[in-house]
């Protein structure tokens, strides 16, 4: 019981912290649709570094990383860190720097909204909203139904499922409305020292009490199997590099994180920024997937929600320290939830609703986002209560949908030759080809021993965003010169 | 060194930060030092040296491949 107050009250703490960083980041908003979204593309290199650290890796972390770890062995330590500290680092300048310099010079605020006008086509601008929102929209969902589940579990059932994933979304609503980007990103700064904290916390005292670091991770080897080995079971080299691949490339298109692209206050932040990252990411994995490995090793069984930290926490550590860690994985997983809402928002208004209507002015527009905000929680949140099967596939398989974004986007932005129907075709194709790989059952999910469909998709997007690209001409409303202006500093 | 040369270089040595963040030589190995897996120190030590080879790079050739396109354009 003592247990339950505690976690409820530190819910209840972070949330009244999180308002009020809201308020004082709604203060000092301008309304404009361009501080609402991009926090006037003002962010310094500690938040920068900290916002995408916590919309990155929150609740994934907390929860699904260790599970994995768990069940398959510490390789994931090996998969989340090629994806994440190396290859997305690579995209972060790839990518992400071409994409602050054009998003600066030309103004741009979305994806859809910087290929769009690229290609003169509203209509492509539209498409790449919706195929983001498609998948953006049953990861959200996830988002809420975890929540949900996690604050019933936590209460015992005094709180039914509805009720907590309706209170933690009326929360979101309130305070990402409110706050905008700027808000956002300070309590994921926030959030993110406290998550890096609490799992070194957890790292140390475990390792502790079971008598040392080694002979924690000396109970792997008797398990079945040998989990200590490098690779073997389900870690087959393809599957490590098709899933790293996958994630890394799917990162960069998650509106959350692509946005992010956008905000940093000046090319020194981004410099800064980069070389920090693959040191704060490992610094996070090696203690969050070697404490589900030992939960394997020390005989650890998993909670009601499949959840392998808590119950190791509960095992080796005093109540009020895994209640810590677990409200802290909550609060983690709204510091994800938020980012994903206001991006989502801004996709919903500026890239699909916007184009159908007269440009509004800009103080309307920044409302029309909060408006979005409430919308697109309030729709994922009844999605929620119905579980419907297909929104949690395509939840579950949203990285790989959003990684066939990025090839055509990298050839967009680099080659000039590229051309409308050539994105055209390498979007739609891989699009089209990735689902039926996830919902047909003669498209097989992996190919020539292991190698994940979401991989061949991305290569068929490439490839057809080259060829079709080579074949035809562009029309009169391309614009290539528009990737060639930067407003370097 | 030209533009051209240089970026193949820092690509080649970006493709070799990808190739091996996964020690693939030791691959079945189960040695244990100082409380982990040999190959997870691999690891933590590689990921240093991204780290440093980032640095490097936002120090001597930052730009490289993006902001040359724009004096062209």
Known sequence: ?489 | MTSRTEAVAWAVGALLLVALAVPWFMWGSDAVAAGLPVWVWWHVGWLCLTSVFFWAFTRRAWGLGIEEVSTRG
């Open chain 1, 1 to 489: 019981m003592a247990e339950t107050a505690i976690q409820v009250g530190i819910l209840v703490g972070y949330m009244l912290v999180a308002l009020a960083v809201g308020v004082v980041a709604y203060r000092l908003t301008d309304r404009t649709p361009e501080d609402y979204y991009l926090a006037s593309r003002s962010l310094g290199t500690v938040v920068l570094l900290f916002t995408t650290f916590a919309t990155l890796l929150s609740a994934f972390t907390f929860f699904a990383g260790p599970n994995i770890s768990y069940r398959l062995g510490p390789e994931w330590i090996l998969v989340m860190g090629l994806m994440d500290g190396v290859i997305f680092g690579v995209l972060w300048y790839v990518v992400g720097y071409k994409q602050w310099l054009v998003g600066k010079a030309n103004g741009y605020l979305t994806l859809g909204e910087m290929l769009g006008d690229r290609f003169g086509s509203r209509r492509l601008r539209v498409l790449v909203a919706a195929v983001s929102i498609f998948w953006l929209f049953p990861y959200v969902m996830l988002q809420q139904q975890g929540a949900g589940t996690a604050v019933e579990a936590l209460t015992g059932g005094a709180v039914p499922y509805w009720a907590g994933a309706g209170g933690i979304t009326l929360f979101m609503i309130v305070y990402v409305t409110l706050s905008g980007m700027r808000g956002v990103a300070w309590t994921d700064t926030l959030q993110g020292l406290f998550m890096l904290g609490m799992v070194w916390a957890a790292f140390v005292w475990v390792g502790t009490a079971v008598g040392g670091f080694g002979a924690a991770t000396e109970t792997l080897r008797g398990l079945d199997g040998n989990p200590l080995a490098l690779g073997g079971g389900a870690y087959t080299p393809a599957y490590i590099v098709s899933t790293a691949v996958s994630i890394a490339f799917g990162v960069t298109m998650f509106p959350q994180v692509n946005q992010r692209f956008f905000v940093a206050k000046s090319k020194a932040v981004i410099k800064r920024t980069l070389p920090l990252w693959p040191v704060l990411v490992v610094l996070l994995f090696v203690p969050a997937f070697m404490l589900g490995s030992w939960a394997a090793g020390l005989g650890i069984e998993t909670n009601v929600n499949g959840n392998v930290l808590p119950p190791l926490l509960l095992e080796y550590t005093p109540t009020w320290f895994a209640a810590l860690v677990i409200a802290g994985a909550m609060a983690a997983m709204m510091s994800s939830s938020d980012s994903m809402l206001l991006s989502g928002s801004s996709y919903l208004t500026r890239d699909v609703y916007r184009p159908l209507v007269a440009d509004p002015d800009e103080r309307r527009e920044a409302w029309l986002g909060r408006l979005g905000v409430v919308v697109f929680a309030t729709l994922t949140f009844v999605a929620s209560l119905f579980q419907v099967g297909t929104l949690l596939e395509i939840g579950d398989t949203a990285f790989g949908g959003f990684a066939q974004l990025a090839l055509p986007v990298i050839v967009a932005l680099y080659w000039s030759r590229t051309t409308r129907w050539g994105i055209y075709a390498g979007i739609g194709a891989s699009q089209l080809f990735y689902l039926a790989s996830v919902f047909v059952d003669v498209v097989p999910g992996s190919y020539l021993g292991g190698w994940s469909a979401s991989v061949v998709g991305m290569l068929l997007g490439l490839v057809l965003t080259v060829g079709v690209s080579a074949v035809t001409t562009p029309s009169t409303a391309e614009d290539p010169s528009v990737y060639e202006r930067t407003g370097a500093d």
